[in-house]
Structure formats: C-alpha cells, structure tokens
C-alpha cells in the first residue's frame, strides 16, 4: 500500500542519505560556524566539531530558515497528500518555530508540523517508527497519534566531561551546573519530553556505565526495550555500554547509531555519550 503522508525532518537526527532516499524522507539541514566558517550540517564529517571543541575554538549553530521548510513542504506535497514535519525539541532550538512560520506562509492545511520532544536518535527513532506505521496505510492524523505515544515511551539519558556549554547555552540552571564542577563529578542528565534535567552524579566513567544499565534493566518488565547508543568522542565506551546492556538480556534492540549530529555535539561538547531509551 503506497504511503499518502509526506515525512520532512531537520539534521539533528541523525537520520543518514540511504534512509532518507529510500523512504523519501526530505532533511532540512542547520549550520555549524567554527571559528567564523559556516558548515551544512549532514555534509561534513563531524569529528570537525570534536576537534573545534578540542581546541577551544568558538562554535555556534543556527537553525534553517522558513523559506528552507516552505521549499520541503512543496517538494513533499507533489508526491503526497498531506505532510508531517518533525523537528528538534523547541526547547532546543528555534527551528521549530522557523518550521511552523514556513508553514504559515505556505497557507496548507495539510502541512502539520511536531515538535519531538526529543533530538537525535531519539527523534530519529520517532521518524523510523512513523513510516514503519504509515507503510501500513495508516492515514496522517493516524500517524500524529502515535507521534504522541512514542514520545511518552522514551527519553535520552547522557552525560558529559562539562556542564558549562549547557549553562552558557540557558538549557541547564547555573547552580546546577556550579555543583557538579565544583565536585568534578560526572553529571548524568535526562531529556524527556522536552524537559533537561540533571538526575544524577557519579564519580567515574564506570558508575555511568552502571547506572544506564540499572535504567535500561528497569524498563524490561514494561516490553520490548530499545536502547540506541550515541556519542561525541567516545566510540570505545559506546562500544563497551552496548556490551554491558546485551548482557541484561539479549532480546533488547540495541544499537550504536554513531556520532552525534554536529549542531548537537556543538552544544553537549567533549564526552558526550548517551542512549535514547524507550519500550514499546
């Protein structure tokens, strides 16, 4: 059954070009500025921002404009019915709203723009299970519905070498923030619908690793876990949490879904590592 709902995301996800082609998905792209020089995010590698960080340039990010959005809706809009344009959390980034203004202008009534609550392969995971949802011949307001219920069953848990890029950004409170580099701990913070949070502290790396663990473990009486594991820097831990979570039980879907997109690890910063965590 062929699909009547349109997909447009932003680059935060993660979401790769062989996906998006094959599930004809349109990705409206933000910018990185390093050091004065603006990047697309999605068509450069990365590991550029880690570096930047590395060496203390000054980075910064911006979000598409309405015209982008406009642009993607009407390329959608010749091959389906209706669209839904699914963004970064508003409380985030500005490019919900810069999503919501383009479809304003536009004047389509079927055009519906959501904001995920969430961001990288947590919002990526939304977008997977959507048009696994809409291949089914489920109809747009269908498909918004269980927009709702994905975004009730997930969160990100991550943590991060420093909380200063957080604060300087206003996405974590200041007293927070003073806390945990005072102590020098490893601050463990938590996204959910929209809302960031520092949850937790530990001492090291390894009490990271355990407490990830003792949240995916809480979660198995619910259903079906899923674990998707991201990162700045940090391959070889992402590789050794995944390690840790299979062994709770081998039939939770894990995943490595890479690097962090390069607009988000902008603003997480060095040490970033993280899993969006849901059941379904």
């Given at each position: 059954?062929?699909?009547t709902?349109?997909?447009?995301?932003?680059?935060?996800?993660?979401?790769?070009?062989?996906?998006?082609?094959k599930?004809?998905?349109?990705?409206?792209?933000?910018?990185?500025?390093?050091?004065g020089?603006?990047?697309?995010?999605?068509?450069?590698d990365?590991?550029?921002v880690?570096?930047?960080?590395?060496?203390?340039?000054?980075?910064?990010?911006?979000?598409?404009?309405?015209?982008?959005?406009?642009?993607?809706f009407?390329e959608?809009?010749?091959?389906?019915?209706s669209?839904?344009?699914?963004?970064?959390?508003?409380?985030?980034?500005?490019?919900?709203?810069?999503?919501?203004l383009?479809?304003?202008?536009?004047?389509?009534?079927?055009?519906?723009?959501?904001?995920?609550?969430?961001?990288?392969?947590?919002?990526?995971?939304?977008?997977?299970?959507?048009?696994e949802?809409?291949?089914?011949?489920?109809?747009?307001?269908?498909?918004?519905?269980?927009?709702?219920?994905?975004?009730?069953?997930g969160?990100?848990?991550?943590?991060?070498?420093?909380?200063?890029?957080?604060?300087?950004?206003?996405?974590?409170?200041?007293i927070?923030?003073?806390?945990?580099?005072?102590?020098?701990?490893k601050?463990?913070?938590?996204?959910?619908?929209?809302?960031?949070?520092?949850?937790?502290?530990?001492?090291?790396?390894?009490?990271?690793?355990?407490?990830?663990?003792e949240?995916?473990?809480?979660?198995?009486?619910?259903?079906?876990?899923?674990?998707?594991?991201?990162?700045?820097d940090?391959?070889?831990?992402?590789?050794e949490?995944?390690?840790e979570?299979?062994?709770?039980?081998?039939?939770?879907?894990?995943?490595?879904?890479?690097?962090i997109?390069?607009?988000?690890?902008?603003?997480?910063g060095l040490?970033?590592?993280?899993?969006?965590?849901?059941?379904?």
């Amino acid at each position: 059954m062929k699909r009547t709902v349109g997909i447009v995301v932003d680059s935060t996800f993660g979401i790769d070009q062989a996906f998006s082609r094959k599930h004809d998905i349109t990705v409206v792209p933000l910018k990185v500025i390093i050091d004065g020089k603006e990047y697309v995010d999605g068509s450069f590698d990365p590991s550029l921002v880690v570096r930047a960080l590395q060496n203390k340039l000054e980075v910064k990010t911006s979000q598409p404009s309405p015209e982008q959005f406009i642009h993607a809706f009407e390329e959608q809009l010749k091959r389906y019915e209706s669209v839904i344009c699914i963004t970064l959390s508003k409380t985030l980034s500005g490019t919900y709203n810069s999503a919501n203004l383009g479809k304003t202008i536009l004047e389509h009534p079927k055009v519906y723009v959501i904001d995920s609550e969430s961001t990288i392969n947590g919002a990526g995971y939304m977008t997977e299970k959507l048009i696994e949802f809409l291949d089914e011949g489920h109809d747009v307001h269908q498909g918004l519905n269980r927009l709702e219920q994905l975004k009730s069953k997930g969160s990100i848990i991550f943590t991060i070498d420093n909380l200063q890029a957080l604060i300087k950004s206003g996405r974590i409170g200041k007293i927070q923030a003073v806390i945990g580099n005072i102590l020098k701990i490893k601050p463990i913070l938590r996204f959910k619908q929209g809302v960031l949070e520092l949850e937790h502290k530990v001492r090291n790396f390894n009490n990271v690793i355990l407490y990830l663990v003792e949240q995916t473990q809480k979660l198995i009486s619910q259903g079906q876990v899923i674990v998707r594991i991201a990162y700045v820097d940090q391959s070889i831990q992402a590789k050794e949490l995944e390690h840790e979570i299979y062994r709770i039980d081998d039939s939770i879907d894990i995943k490595i879904t890479g690097v962090i997109s390069a607009v988000v690890s902008a603003h997480v910063g060095l040490g970033g590592l993280g899993i969006y965590l849901a059941y379904e």
